[in-house]
């Protein structure tokens, strides 16, 4: 950012209105000494010393303004050019210096409120420095210094207006992040529920494993159960049929028994049979 241009100073005596044996003359004079010499501060609390006791001195006023503007105090710099403005019988050098002076003075404050983002402070100290400079300019139209601070000026002013219009067109940043914060909270949630969804998942997909390794253990045991009562039902089914089981002489004697009863029961039929056949009378 380019800076203003250095102060048109005239370090004036307070003679010309006081007596030189007055104390605010001295206090004038010394504090034109230090000010020669670098010793802003020293040269300020001189001045200052000289203006308690010449309240109305315009030089004083002047003096004032080129002690705070090396401070960079530049507030106090535009007040004390503006009283040094004021009233009949400045010197026309003195109020052209003192004008040119308040403009840089309200141009330097405008600028650094500019880039505190302060924009509405920066706004009106820089609109008051460009009125400033076209006032001198009026007067005294070959004074290129005061141009260039107007230029100056104008294009911080312009830089303002450029910030207003991006700032009508984006939507306001203190909604976008509470938006972005909403959204990251949202998120942050989602998440969280998914996390928690995911770990009931597994705890009910560890229920459902651990029922069925039960149930499967239940089944296998009754499984077992079932298949040693069979085994039980089969030993003892075994164990009777091996009581009824017989030895091949006792079936061989079964079946000869058999055998004889079937040859006694023929035998009998014969017999009978025989004796109910009638006589044919003839002799064979």
Do not use: C
Request: proline content about 2%; glycine content about 6%.
């Amino acid at each position: 950012m380019r800076r203003a241009s250095r102060l048109v100073v005239i370090l004036v005596l307070a003679g010309g209105v006081a007596g030189f044996g007055d104390p605010a003359y001295f206090a004038n004079k010394r504090g034109n000494d230090n000010y020669k010499q670098g010793r802003y501060e020293d040269a300020l609390t001189e001045y200052l010393k000289a203006q308690e006791r010449e309240p109305e001195n315009k030089s004083i006023d002047y003096n004032l303004g080129n002690a705070y503007y090396k401070l960079g105090r530049f507030g106090d710099a535009a007040d004390a050019y503006s009283r040094s403005l004021k009233g009949e019988g400045v010197d026309k050098s003195l109020r052209l210096s003192a004008a040119f002076n308040r403009g840089a003075s309200l141009l330097e404050e405008g600028s650094g409120a500019l880039k505190a983002q302060k924009t509405e402070e920066a706004e009106k100290l820089l609109t008051a420095s460009v009125e400033q400079y076209k006032s001198l300019l009026k007067k005294d139209r070959a004074n290129n210094a005061a141009r260039h601070n107007l230029e100056l000026a104008l294009a911080r002013l312009k830089d303002i207006e450029k910030r207003k219009q991006e700032q009508r067109h984006k939507p306001d940043q203190k909604d976008k992040k509470q938006k972005e914060e909403k959204d990251q909270s949202q998120s942050q949630e989602k998440k969280k529920g998914e996390k928690e969804t995911s770990k009931n998942e597994n705890m009910d997909n560890k229920k459902n494993s651990k029922k069925q390794r039960d149930e499967k253990l239940k089944a296998g045991k009754e499984d077992e159960k079932k298949d040693k009562a069979e085994r039980t039902d089969n030993q003892n089914n075994k164990s009777k049929n091996t009581g009824k089981e017989i030895t091949p002489e006792q079936a061989l004697r079964i079946f000869n028994a058999i055998e004889r009863d079937e040859k006694k029961l023929k035998e009998k039929m014969r017999a009978k049979a025989l004796r109910q056949a009638p006589p044919t009378g003839k002799d064979w």
